[in-house]
């Protein structure tokens, strides 16, 4: 069974970069038809897709977000990143990382418990 796991800090300053990282388990993140995907949720609102990086390691980013995410790996390590630069209150969420398997026929996925990071001064 895949099993994901958020850690980094739970309170980052406004102009700062967030940075999380997520430790896989169970399964290789190179395995075929895996991606991996960062998925936050503010206060009171919905999920909002930022972002992933595939198996192979391309990597797919929100417009919305683009200019601000960078999502890379350490596969050594079985873990995925995310970094979301120059932060203001409105990044305040609940950040998950998500796997996904997908193929043609079947689709499974597999979601952190989520990390709570506050952008406060």
């Known amino acids: 069974q895949v099993q994901l796991q958020e850690s980094g800090p739970g309170l980052v300053k406004p102009s700062q970069t967030l940075s999380l990282t997520c430790t896989v388990s169970g399964g290789s993140i190179t395995t075929n038809y895996y991606y991996w995907n960062w998925i936050r949720q503010p206060p009171g609102k919905g999920l909002e897709w930022m972002g992933d990086?595939?198996?192979?390691?391309?990597?797919y980013y929100n417009p919305s977000l683009k200019s601000r995410t960078s999502i890379s790996r350490d596969t050594s390590k079985n873990q995925f990143t995310l970094q979301l630069s120059s932060v203001t209150p409105e990044d305040t969420a609940v950040y998950y990382c998500?796997?996904?398997?997908?193929?043609?026929?079947?689709?499974?996925?597999?979601w952190g418990q989520g990390t709570q990071v506050t952008v406060s001064s």
């Open positions: 990086i595939h198996y192979s390691g391309s990597t």
């Open positions: 998500v796997g996904f398997w997908l193929t043609t026929t079947k689709a499974s996925d597999y």
